[in-house]
């Protein structure tokens, strides 16, 4: 290798041009090399008295070359032990770690043992002053090659090298902890070792995900609890899956071992019908008195087996508490995330959730990342569960540093992680603690890790527990006795005991209620709830009021009034304005401009995101107008003095993960409407995980309510197969138990109702609704004035206002845009003996308003369900089996069963949509 490997374009002899240069005029080069330079003699120089007695030689030629690599081959030396040396870390506590090439040796520098007692000017660049390579050498080793390794030299930011580069290089990366720290940590290393034994022997052959073999979390996130506080933080929002979630919950969060052994016994939660989720899922939240007399408050937010779902999830709760509790400061709320390595590189719910992290819309101060790094992931190695060096190095891509710590040096792992909280509260971006250690069991404790790494279990069986390994270490360094080790050991495990006969006499689990603090105005629902919606029209003088100034863009006090808007933009705004002052009809733009609008005069906080959400993918919403010199404004955030903040952000382009924070957004902030848009319905399966785990059933499982809402922009419009269906289907085959709301508007004043009853209702539950397109210009789609105002509410079902029902034969049952062109056939043949009543809301199924519909038209012989979707899609199969409820008997109108949503040809859609239409009026 060459020792001037990063000059290694460049000629020996121009440096020593350069040096002559400096001898002649120092000021006559830069002061980066009249600095080294200077370094340079004051290292060379003999400051004896015979020295000074001697007469000065000009050795320059002579000396100068060689000096000068030896200084550049040192400061390379450094380079590489900063760049490189986490790949010869000792980090990998149960075995050797892979050969990388490129090994860290004097040699390949163009130094060797001859010069380790010369004295190199090098040694300012890490600290300690003109410096032996001998110490220098020494402290490069220490600092990086050690129990911990860094990745941090891809970050772009200087400041953040060279702070990262001061704090571990001013400790060697080597913490020096007094005897009462030590106690705690070992007390921490002794509590989750010995839990884990105990459920082992307690509760044989019982499912529990054990964290044997990464322990050492346990006191690395009581350092950061302790820390934390000290540094000023609040509140920490936990998300994790499932290994070593009991350990977590109970030597982190403090639920109590009786609680949780009594899960083990299989007790029910309470007696209210909860049927809960196995005990490795179950969120907890707790306030935690740390030893300084500070209190934090801690969550653990429930997760499915879905690994890293609950990420996205975790970052959303974390923002609307900054954002709604903390005022937003980020110092005072850290989210933290434990991870598989597995998981880590596999799910790419992680690479999104990263780019999310400095995303105005979602950023959250900075999220520190802790990796229970097994090396194992079921059954596959490492080998086969990555393409990369490390599990960790998605992380690159947001440069955020990397360290990675050996489980077995619980020191290390303490300091580490104290390292990385305070890198976030400094610099307010996500870090990394990969904690290397090993998994002392199978996947989990019923399975037989031997079938497929025999070699690794081997090892592991031999190898000691963490807490023997630190405590050996205490005892040779003098810091505590062998008795003093054993007695604390003993003392809990008794403890343990105690509580497990106290768990004995529990007749129930428990279960966290979370109708308290944020949550303690909603109750929840009952079955009347359903039966009608309340009242939610708004004062005509209010309305009007309203309309006016959330349409006026150039009004007095308003930033909008010293900006220059596109020409097209103003007119729709006074177009707006004139729906509801001269034309007293108003379209869908305006209907939801004025539910948002009429929300935060009250004082309800609106966040909306999604992709195209500022704009509306079709050019409907124009929430975010932007002016001439590229100024956004948004007129919802100033109408009045006193109002709530109206958000709207246009998403990275993500489904998974904006949902996924947008219920977390949801989850922690229920006196907020919180809305997520797709593009098109059609792209929300790519949310699927948490449209199912959490949105679903969240409330089931885990008895936590949420009242985020879904729009989903649907309908068959000849636009093919990937632009024309958000797959009602799989949203109603979801729903049971009034566990959300699934409604498909066909008016502009419903939309408006729809959106206000969300914060209406003494309860909070998801909301899925089915957007329009075509409808958003549609000549019909248009609602009177009168439908927003007083006494108004949301229209579960719409009856036909055109026929004559004593005269009705057929009546046709429909939903969403399909009215519409069942409505043109009906009124352009002036068909008055057929009906058509739509199903706004398709979930709470509204039976009670249906019956009234089958008794106005109690003539008719026939009852039909039309949709444009295939017989195999759409709402049918949920109609078909909830019609049965009220003693009819449907026929259906609707395309032949497909395996693909629509066809692609627009012709072919025409044609198809005709006959559906012509179908439904025959005979």
């Not at 200087?158 to 902890?177: A, D, G, V």
């Not at 899956?241 to 029910?268: C, M, P, Q, W």
């Not at 996924?660 to 957004?665: A, I, K, W």
Request: aromatic content about 10%; hydrophobic content about 35%; glycine content about 8%.
């Amino acid at each position: 290798m060459n020792p001037l490997s990063y000059l290694n374009n460049a000629d020996i002899g121009a440096f020593e041009g350069l040096y002559q240069q400096y001898q002649q005029d120092p000021n006559s080069i830069d002061q980066e090399w009249r600095n080294f330079f200077e370094g340079f003699e004051f290292s060379k120089a003999d400051f004896s008295q015979e020295a000074q007695a001697k007469p000065v030689v000009d050795h320059t030629e002579e000396v100068v070359p060689e000096q000068f690599q030896k200084e550049m081959a040192v400061s390379n030396l450094i380079g590489a032990y900063r760049q490189r040396g986490h790949m010869f870390a000792n980090t990998n506590p149960v075995r050797p770690r892979r050969i990388h090439e490129g090994e860290i040796v004097l040699e390949s520098f163009g130094l060797s043992e001859a010069d380790m007692d010369t004295e190199f000017h090098a040694g300012t660049r890490v600290g300690i002053g003109n410096a032996t390579l001998r110490e220098i050498f020494e402290l490069l080793e220490q600092t990086y090659c050690g129990s911990i390794g860094v990745e941090y030299k891809f970050v772009r930011t200087i400041e953040i090298i060279n702070w990262l580069e001061q704090k571990m290089e001013s400790c060697r990366n080597t913490p020096n902890f007094s005897r009462e720290e030590k106690i705690e940590l070992l007390r921490k290393t002794n509590e989750a070792v010995a839990f884990e034994s105990f459920l082992h022997t307690k509760f044989v052959g019982q499912k529990r995900f054990s964290l044997e073999g990464g322990e050492s979390i346990i006191p690395a996130l009581d350092m950061i609890l302790e820390y934390g506080a000290e540094l000023g933080v609040e509140e920490f929002v936990i998300g994790m899956a499932h290994r070593g979630r009991l350990n977590v919950l109970a030597n982190i969060l403090g639920k109590t071992y009786s609680d949780i052994f009594a899960e083990f016994e299989g007790k029910a939660f309470g007696s209210d019908g909860f049927s809960g989720d196995v005990k490795y899922h179950m969120g907890y939240s707790s306030d935690k008195k740390v030893r300084s007399g500070k209190k934090v408050h801690l969550s653990l937010t429930p997760n499915p087996s879905h690994l890293e779902a609950v990420n996205p999830v975790v970052e959303g709760i974390s923002r609307a508490k900054i954002d709604q509790y903390h005022e937003g400061n980020v110092k005072k709320l850290v989210p933290i995330l434990i991870h598989g390595d597995h998981s880590m590189a596999g799910q790419g719910i992680i690479y999104e959730v990263l780019q999310m992290s400095k995303l105005p819309g979602y950023e959250t101060g900075g999220t520190v990342h802790l990796v229970i790094n097994n090396q194992v992931g079921f059954t596959a190695d490492f080998m086969e569960g990555r393409s990369s060096t490390y599990c960790t190095d998605v992380a690159k891509t947001t440069l955020s540093p990397v360290f990675h710590v050996n489980a077995d040096d619980i020191e290390a792992v303490a300091y580490v992680t104290k390292l990385a909280l305070e890198f976030r509260q400094e610099f307010h971006r996500d870090v990394f603690v990969d904690i290397l250690g090993y998994r002392r069991h199978g996947h989990n404790e019923a399975d037989e890790p031997r079938f497929t790494q025999p070699d690794l279990y081997r090892r592991i069986a031999r190898h000691p527990k963490v807490r023997e390994v630190y405590s050996k270490k205490l005892v040779e360094s003098g810091s505590f006795t062998e008795k003093e080790t054993t007695q604390m050991e003993d003392e809990f495990k008794q403890y343990l005991n105690d509580r497990l006969e106290e768990s004995k006499q529990q007749e129930t689990a428990s279960v966290t209620s979370f109708l308290e603090g944020v949550w303690s105005g909603v109750r929840r629902a009952e079955e009347k709830d359903f039966e009608k919606s309340p009242k939610t029209g708004v004062s005509r003088k209010k309305f009007v009021e309203i309309s006016e100034l959330v349409t006026d863009l150039s009004r007095s006090g308003s930033p909008g009034a010293d900006l220059k808007f596109f020409a097209k933009i103003q007119k729709l705004y006074k177009n707006r304005r004139k729906m509801v002052t001269e034309k007293k009809q108003l379209d869908w733009g305006m209907a939801e401009t004025m539910a948002f609008a009429t929300l935060v005069t009250e004082g309800t906080p609106v966040r909306l995101s999604g992709q195209d959400s500022g704009r509306g993918t079709f050019a409907h919403r124009h929430a975010i107008i932007t002016s001439e010199d590229n100024t956004k404004h948004v007129p919802l955030n100033y109408l009045f003095k006193d109002q709530a903040p109206f958000e709207v952000y246009n998403s990275f382009l993500s489904e998974y993960g904006v949902l996924g924070f947008e219920y977390g957004y949801a989850y922690a902030a229920p006196t907020s409407l919180t809305i997520w848009e797709a593009q098109f319905g059609d792209f929300a399966n790519g949310a699927q995980i948490i449209i199912d785990q959490f949105i679903s059933s969240s409330e089931t499982k885990w008895h936590r309510m949420n009242g985020v809402v879904l729009m989903l922009p649907h309908g068959h419009e000849g636009q093919g197969p990937e632009h024309s269906s958000a797959r009602i289907e799989r949203f109603l085959t979801l729903c049971a138990g009034n566990n959300m709301q699934i409604v498909n508007c066909t008016t502009p004043a419903n939309i408006f109702h729809i959106l206000r009853r969300q914060m209406a209702l003494p309860f909070r539950k998801p909301l899925v609704i089915f957007t329009p397109k075509s409808l958003l210009r549609h000549p019909l789609c248009l609602s009177l004035l009168d439908d927003f105002l007083e006494g108004t509410h949301f229209l579960e079902v719409i009856d036909d206002d055109f026929v004559d029902a004593s005269s009705v034969r057929k009546v046709l049952f429909c939903s969403g845009k399909v009215f519409y062109d069942l409505l043109e056939c009906q009124q352009s043949s002036d068909v008055k003996d057929i009906a058509i009543v739509r199903l706004e809301q398709l979930y709470p199924f509204p039976k009670k308003q249906l019956l009234s519909i089958f008794k106005r038209y109690s003539g008719a012989k026939q009852w039909c369900w039309v949709q444009e979707e295939p017989e195999n899609m759409g709402a049918w199969s949920f109609v078909l089996r909830t019609f049965s409820e009220t003693g009819k008997v449907l026929d259906l109108v609707a395309r032949d069963a497909d395996s693909s949503p629509a066809v692609g040809i627009p012709q072919v859609h025409t044609a198809e949509q005709k006959n559906l239409v012509h179908r439904a009026f025959e005979e």
